[in-house]
């Protein structure tokens, strides 16, 4: 059975030896062997290859063996049928299959050579020449490809690649082509082994193969040249020199030293000694090596010289001839070259290599990418959890940064080794940080920006246009040269291009922390404004900008060659994008007006998804090479724009989507944060990144806020001159202070990051140092813009005067304080309304709400004392402010029926009872009764966060299981309250009365644990109980109403069938709340006034943000105040519980004496008393005193 990661072993990736045919020669040097040797001994004949080792054993391989593209070595018969999965599509014909047969076609490798069958070159008819094979190369990229062990070395960057290789006009000649000398630049090498001594090699001399064979292969560097490039053609012969391909043989014996040159490679591969403490730090978590596994990599484990990886006498002893390449699609553009002498390593040098495993049938595996979800799933619970607290209690703080120092701790965790094993955490992690740079782009990018886009103000964004377009376009061009400027100047070695590239990336703003501080202060709409705006377009023109300058520092320079194409590519961009974007944008539209119907779930889910898709699709078409060819980002806005202008009048659920949205980039903001923190804390503790690299980061960040401050000072008289709002002194610095850096960047720098780090790599040597120092340095950047722009950005506000600053702005602020008055006046007539409903003073929560602060030694503090004074209720029904309705609340008719007024009404009831109708009546009865519990809970009379609300909604589930039987939700109340209370506090009572009986008199902290345990069941089971009968009056009465058309003409006997159940089981529930204690009921009732406070202060503020009175950003500051009253009051409770727990120990009541809970009753609560009037509102010394009372009027 196929495992969840079962590797097996990579060896046996040669292919078979192809027919030589007659079309083409093998052709050696003057100094190589014209004849096979007799002998194979190291003494007499040193190294060479031209002797007869024996014939190769039988090769085995399993048929799920994986390869090039998912062709397999067990399966080389049908690599005819292979399709090429490459950009450049039908360039790459699959000519495996195709002998040689022709000028254009000499034939397919590996071949068998026999150097009594080849032809001798002339002396310098082939010049074997290598340049910069003797540079050091610190720590190149090993990758386990699947199908071999891989070192790139410049990828398919030829223009800047220093390991140059040429042969003359040899490869022009050998393929009949009519061409001069060609340079030829490393791409990368790589190994072909056996699983035994007898097979390994793909090419065979003298009838035998060898261990191993290496091939360095080149690329010609006319491949992607503009001028005179090399044919893709077919029938052009000049096509076979497309590469150059070395071939050293490889032979292992146990009595060699090890070759030291290739051992840096082998080591990552596979570590065969064991690791000590505090060893091995730059290697990964296992010792197998960071290639071990199929697509993995990582670097050598020391530096190489490519000269000394090559066979003695390499330039005057070798055989060559016109070939292909041996994994499919077979294209027959090769020269190849393979050396006579071997190379020497030691046995265990081979053993190391063999132990590269590849996946066990790769396209049914159950593949380990799911694993990825746990990093997720963690990095989201710390996320929210972050980001739950900065906004109650360190808003200054920038949750991106915050993120980024999470990233980098959970890296270290996860660096702790593990017994030389991949754990989950560290296998999710490693995949996190090698994502793919295009996921990032495409999936990351479009959800961030089509979100910023739709919340703007589209008046106020057209009013700024030109005057963001300024800095977006001019500005960043500006800012993308002078950062490069300073980038070259800190590494000299980079290119010019690949610092403009950095430069471009770095350009562009992510201001999200400042906006928000700025709505939040009241900041000059125009300033802020200019901003947002400045920040979406720059996005634009800095991907525009790096896309140019990152394609020629790679393989694609001769794109840009001319000055004419250059503009017609950047034309297409800026006015193609955003026409393609007006267009999704247009149909976007059209579709979510034709489904735009009120209060329907369907459309509202239709909107939303056709907004996703013209995020997701708007950029995929303008960003695609082979679709729209232009900037996906300017598509985007554009696309975000036309919606944001005309969609919102019909959006179905605003709500929803914003909460969409906002939780999508939520997700995607902490993850992209959080692996740029991994991938800078990885930087830093390797060798790649230093001192002196941590010194150019801080004079970048100092040097990409220079050069703002002369790009807004340079840009300010033009953007004074297209808008309506000048840009003064002050604002010009707050706009260079506000210029942070952040989305964009990280995903750019991720983008180049995963580019570098795959098996197709398109770097320079020693890229993998430069990737690390990138990533280091861009996310070093922005992460001081966070630690030091973003906080800092409040008390710059203040300072300048830009929070209020003119008449008008001031006036908000006294607008705010009369919003704030109406949701007192609000949270003051719930106290009011709520009370005289429970006829209850809740006088002890005034002095721990603010909102009712107003009520202190008021005579309104007291309404039911207040009524019952003369003509004082006709007063307050005519006050001039207007009692905020409480949801739920119970009127004078809507109390409910008794059971004797409905067996009256059953005596005269018409017709027999239809017992197959009370199932369907039932249902809805009950239906009934949870919504009246959903309106409890939004009233404030169901704490939303007990467990005993939960249990009451989920007892109408349970009873609605067995309609067929009368009403019993009540049996499944008591039961769930016995469950939650008696299994919990029957034991910690009996523990704490043990323990109690063991301690002297003095110690009393079990009694007052038990006690306040023992109070807390009390009251939820008076608090359920209340809240059963509530809702069973309250449905008793909309039922009779909805079937009989009113309270009095109630004459059919199923409906009275179901009312009188609900009228017994509220009997049954008033019973059980008997034993319930004055001082508990007005516990409990103090806690439901409350609750109604709250949520009609709440109810109140959400109602002034909907009518506009307030902003989101205004009613922060009251939403603060509401959680500060809400977290009072539930402290108050608190320490009334403690209080009364102390109280009741002191009076040293046994608490074996108490009843327990039961199906039968209530456990009751004895009254607390005070020695004084109100002394336990004062925390003075309370007592207990037994003594039960009447509860029916508490539920009337």
Request: with cysteine.
């Amino acid at each position: 059975m196929v495992q969840l990661w079962e590797p097996i072993p990579m060896w046996n990736n040669f292919r078979e030896l192809q027919p030589i045919g007659d079309w083409r020669t093998i052709y050696r040097s003057p100094a190589a062997s014209d004849q096979c040797l007799s002998e194979c001994s190291r003494e007499e004949n040193g190294d060479s290859n031209a002797c007869y080792r024996g014939e190769r054993s039988r090769t085995r391989r399993r048929r799920e063996y994986t390869t090039f593209f998912g062709a397999t070595y067990a399966d080389q018969r049908r690599w005819d049928n292979f399709v090429h999965p490459n950009e450049e599509g039908d360039r790459w014909i699959n000519e495996c299959g195709t002998g040689p047969g022709g000028p254009t076609q000499w034939g397919e490798s590996p071949i068998q050579i026999n150097p009594f069958e080849t032809v001798q070159l002339e002396e310098g008819q082939v010049d074997l020449q290598v340049h910069g094979f003797d540079i050091r190369r610190t720590r190149p990229f090993v990758s386990n490809t699947g199908h071999s062990i891989q070192v790139t070395i410049c990828g398919q960057n030829v223009d800047d690649c220093d390991a140059v290789v040429t042969a003359s006009d040899w490869p022009c000649k050998v393929h009949g082509a009519n061409c001069g000398n060609d340079t030829y630049t490393l791409h990368q090498f790589h190994f072909h082994f056996g699983e035994d001594e007898t097979k390994g090699s793909e090419h065979q001399m003298c009838g035998s193969p060898r261990m191993a064979e290496m091939h360095m292969v080149l690329l010609n560097k006319r491949w992607v040249a503009e001028e005179n490039p090399v044919p893709w053609d077919l029938d052009n012969p000049e096509r076979g020199t497309r590469l150059m391909v070395l071939g050293s043989m490889i032979m292992a014996y146990e009595d060699a030293p090890a070759n030291e040159w290739f051992q840096p490679i082998l080591d990552a591969v596979y570590f065969p000694e064991p690791r000590q403490s505090g060893q091995g730090k730059k290697r990964d978590f296992r010792d197998q090596g960071l290639a071990y596994f199929a697509n993995t990599s990582g670097p050598s484990q020391g530096p190489i010289y490519l000269d000394k990886l090559l066979p003695a006498e390499w330039n005057t002893k070798y055989y060559t001839y016109a070939g292909g390449l041996t994994t499919p699609p077979c294209s027959q553009i090769a020269t190849w070259f393979i050396f006579e002498n071997a190379v020497v390593w030691s046995m265990d040098q081979l053993k190391q290599l063999r132990k590269a495993t590849t996946f066990y049938h790769f396209s049914h595996v159950h593949h380990h990418g799911y694993t990825a979800i746990l990093y997720l799933c963690v990095m989201l619970i710390i996320g929210t959890l972050t980001k739950q607290m900065l906004v109650r209690y360190a808003p200054t703080i920038p949750y991106p940064m915050v993120v980024m120092l999470w990233g980098a701790v959970i890296n270290w965790f996860a660096s702790i080794e593990n017994d030389g094993q991949l754990n989950p955490m560290q296998m999710s992690i490693r995949m996190w940080s090698n994502i793919d740079g295009h996921i990032v782009l495409y999936v990351w990018l479009p959800i961030l920006l089509f979100g910023d886009v739709i919340k703007l103000n589209f008046h106020t964004m057209v009013q700024t246009f030109w005057q963001a377009c300024m800095l977006a376009g001019p500005g960043v061009l500006l800012s993308t040269i002078l950062t490069g400027l300073v980038v070259q100047y800190l590494y000299l070695d980079w290119s010019w291009s690949f610092s403009l590239a950095i430069g471009s990336l770095l350009s562009a703003t992510d201001p999200i922390a400042v906006l928000t501080l700025m709505k939040e202060l009241g900041a000059p709409k125009g300033l802020t404004y200019q901003i947002s705006g400045e920040s979406l377009f720059n996005d634009g023109t800095s991907v525009i900008l790096f896309t140019v300058f990152f394609d020629m520092s790679r393989h694609r320079r001769g794109q840009y060659a001319s000055v004419a194409r250059l503009i017609r590519i950047i034309t297409r961009m800026i006015f193609f994008s955003p026409c393609l974007g007006i267009l999704v944008g247009a149909i976007a539209v059209y579709w979510m007006k034709k489904a735009s119907r009120r209060h329907s779930k369907t459309d509202a889910l239709v909107q939303l998804s056709v907004l996703l898709v013209a995020a997701y699709l708007g950029f995929f078409l303008s960003d695609n090479s082979k679709i729209g060819q232009a900037s996906g980002i300017l598509t985007t806005v554009a696309c975000a724009a036309v919606i944001s202008f005309r969609a919102w009048p019909f959006i179905v659920s605003r709500e929803a989507i914003e909460n969409v949205w906002a939780t999508a980039e939520h997700v995607l903001i902490t993850m992209i944060f959080s692996v740029v923190g991994i991938l800078m804390s990885r930087a830093k503790l390797s060798q790649n990144v230093n001192g002196r690299d941590v010194l150019n980061c801080i004079i970048l960040y100092l040097a990409v806020f220079a050069i703002r401050a002369v790009v807004v000072f340079v840009c300010r008289p033009f953007m004074n001159c297209m808008g309506p709002h000048k840009v003064t002194n002050k604002e010009s610095v707050f706009l260079i202070w506000g210029g942070l850096r952040g989305v964009i960047a990280i995903a750019l720098v991720l983008f180049v990051k995963s580019v570098q780090s795959g098996s197709n790599r398109t770097w320079p040597h020693d890229r993998d140092q430069q990737a690390e120092q990138i990533t280091f340095l861009v996310g070093g950047v922005v992460f001081l813009t966070l630690l030091v722009n973003a906080p800092t950005a409040r008390p710059m506000l203040k300072c300048f005067g830009l929070v209020y600053g003119t008449a008008a702005d001031k006036y908000k602020l006294q607008i705010v304080d009369h919003v704030m008055m109406r949701i007192v006046r609000a949270a003051e007539d719930a106290y009011e309304a709520t009370c005289l409903k429970l006829k209850h003073d809740a006088v002890d929560i005034i002095r721990h709400c603010s909102l009712l602060e107003r009520l202190n030694d008021s005579s309104r503090a007291t309404p039911n004392q207040l009524a019952l004074t003369d003509g004082a209720l006709k007063a307050n029904a005519k006050t001039e402010q207007p009692v905020l309705a409480i949801a739920g609340t119970v009127n004078d008719e809507d109390v409910g029926f008794t059971l004797d007024m409905i067996q009256e009404h059953q005596s005269k009831a018409n017709g027999v009872q239809d017992l197959d109708k009370l199932p369907a009546l039932r249902e809805v009865f009950l239906r009934v009764v949870q919504a009246q519990y959903w309106a409890m809970i939004k009233s404030g009379e169901l704490p939303r966060k007990s467990y005993d609300t939960l249990v009451l909604i989920q007892s109408i589930d349970k009873a609605q299981d067995k309609l067929e039987e009368p009403l019993h939700d009540l049996l499944i109340v008591r039961e769930g309250l016995a469950q939650a209370h008696g299994q919990c506090s029957g034991p910690a009572e009996s523990c704490a009365t043990c323990i109690d009986s063991c301690t002297p008199s003095s110690f009393t902290a079990t009694s007052e644990f038990a006690y306040k345990v023992y109070f807390e069941s009390s009251e939820s089971a008076y608090i359920m109980m209340r809240a059963f009968i509530q809702a069973h009056g309250r449905a008793q009465v909309i039922f009779s109403k909805t079937m009989f058309g009113s309270t009095t003409a109630m004459d059919r006997a199923e409906e009275l069938t179901v009312l009188a159940e609900s009228a017994q089981q509220v009997n049954e529930a008033l019973e059980l709340s008997a034993d319930s204690s004055d001082n508990l009921r007005s516990i409990v009732k103090s806690k439901i006034v409350g609750e109604a406070v709250l949520e009609s202060a709440r109810e109140a503020l959400y109602k002034c943000t909907e009518d506009g009175l307030l902003s989101e950003e205004d009613a922060k500051p009251v939403t603060a105040k509401l959680d500060a009253d809400e977290h009072a009051l539930r402290l108050a409770r608190k320490d009334l519980s403690m209080q009364i727990a102390k109280a009741a120990s002191q009076e040293d009541r046994a608490i074996s004496l108490r009843k327990n809970i039961s199906n039968n009753s209530l456990r009751s609560f004895h009254e607390v008393e005070s020695h004084a009037d109100n002394s336990s509102n004062h925390g003075d010394t309370i007592s207990i005193s037994y003594r039960h009372t009447n509860t029916h009027d508490d539920f009337a």
